[in-house]
């Protein structure tokens, strides 16, 4: 599976938002070239939400475990939450694994730095992890619809019990 395939299936998610920094653009050079997925049906970019999924294409000063500076190789990083995190990977995200080989290329892996939220990543997603990556992708996205639904129903009520609703 390539990355246009998992970004053509991500893109087609109602209310997705793609920040997609791109050279010379107002983002950190770092970020250039790789994808950050919001649940976002009005098109701004949710404040105090982390994105639900994420594709990187190089090492990051605090994350080079993957060793993603090599040629055509990529992550896609799925926020799946403690408890489906457990069922994939064998072990809660809190607790400290046996050795992972990071460099793993389609295999479901413990995230290298956010783990304990509940992170995982497929290096270069294919035949054995494709079917997992989409499936995975689809609830990550619908968890984070969840959140904004939530949050939009506490604000309502919270204006409505301040006296804003006027």
């Known amino acids: 599976m390539s990355m246009d395939q998992i970004l053509e299936t991500i893109r087609g998610f109602d209310g997705v938002l793609e920040l997609a920094p791109a050279d010379g653009g107002p983002f950190p050079e770092i970020a250039w070239g790789d994808h ?3 649940y976002a049906p009005d098109g701004q970019l949710p404040r105090r939400e982390q994105p639900y999924a994420t594709i990187v294409t190089k ?3 605090d994350d080079s475990s993957c060793d993603l500076d090599r040629p055509d190789r990529w992550r ?3 926020h799946v939450g403690r408890s489906a995190f457990t069922e994939l990977v064998g ?3 809190q607790a400290r694994s046996a050795e ?3 460099t793993a290329v389609d295999a479901v892996l413990p995230h290298p730095v956010y783990r304990r939220q509940g992170w995982i990543s497929i290096i270069n997603p294919d035949v054995q992890t494709h079917e997992l990556a989409v499936s995975l992708l689809h609830e990550a996205h619908d968890a984070a619809r969840r ?3 939530r949050r939009k129903s506490t604000a309502s009520a919270d204006d409505t019990t301040s006296g804003n609703d006027r």
């Open 36 to 38: 950050f997925f919001y």
């Open 76 to 78: 896609l990083n799925i």
């Open 147 to 149: 959140r904004a639904a």
């Open 100 to 102: 992972v080989d990071f």
């Open 91 to 93: 072990a809660p995200p």
């Open 59 to 61: 090492n990051y000063p």
